[in-house]
């Protein structure tokens, strides 16, 4: 399976949506929260906090030092959280590299920007229940922190795909291929993760 936890904040709104792919019934299953303009103060780097508080619920995403993340979605009624739970593990290297890319869009306007941040082939652990289904994330499997900021055109067209492993001698290897349609001449974020150094493509 494949599971998504994401926090956004665009300006209007902010929220928090999990969804959960399962390859082996072809089910695509989703929760969602969303709560008020200014409600959700996301960090300056990929490297902090954030707490996210919505009227169904709660997100915490949290980043210590030595290199663990922990991410903790609920909602529904507490203490049962009766809607979804997630809880994961995820292990960071500071020192592990990670592709940084900026994108304009000049033909629209020169402040238009994204700026994006990806950390390829994490460690994870953990759970994921939305309703009565659980899934349990397997060992040997990876994270991928998407950390963006940006003004965006109201129209935009996204190109990703991302992918992580471990080869036959061991090594922890992820890959990451994407576009916008902007100007990305200056650099794309394709490239390569191999246990934890950067090779551009």
């Known amino acids: 399976f494949q599971a998504d936890v994401t926090l956004t904040d665009i300006g209007l709104l902010t929220g928090a949506f999990l969804t959960v792919r399962d390859f082996a019934s072809g089910e695509t299953v989703r929760d969602s929260m969303l709560a008020?303009?200014?409600?959700?103060?996301?960090?300056?780097?990929p490297f902090g906090n954030t707490h996210f508080v919505a009227a169904g619920g709660e997100v915490d995403l949290a980043y210590a030092p030595s290199g663990?993340?922990?991410?903790h979605y609920a909602s529904g009624t507490s203490p049962a959280w009766e809607r979804a739970e997630v809880n994961l593990t995820i292990t960071d290297d500071p020192a592990g590299e990670s592709i940084a890319t900026l994108v304009c869009f000049p033909p629209l306007?020169?402040?238009?920007?994204?700026?994006?941040?990806?950390?390829?082939?994490?460690?994870?652990?953990?759970?994921i229940r939305i309703g009565t289904r659980t899934w349990t994330v397997p060992d040997g499997s990876f994270a991928v922190i998407d950390w963006g900021r940006g003004a965006w055109?109201?129209?935009?067209?996204?190109?990703?795909?991302?992918?992580a492993g471990t080869t036959v001698d061991g090594r922890?290897?992820?890959?990451?291929?994407?576009?916008?349609?902007g100007d990305d001449s200056r650099g794309t974020s394709d490239a390569v993760v191999v246990d934890g150094v950067l090779h551009k493509m």
């Open 68 to 71: 663990v993340r922990t991410v």
């Open 172 to 181: 922890r290897v992820g890959i990451n291929l994407g576009t916008v349609h």
């Open 109 to 127: 306007d020169p402040g238009l920007f994204f700026y994006e941040n990806k950390r390829l082939a994490l460690p994870v652990t953990g759970t």
């Open 36 to 45: 008020g303009a200014g409600t959700l103060t996301l960090p300056s780097t």
């Open 153 to 163: 055109p109201p129209d935009v067209s996204w190109l990703w795909a991302d992918a």
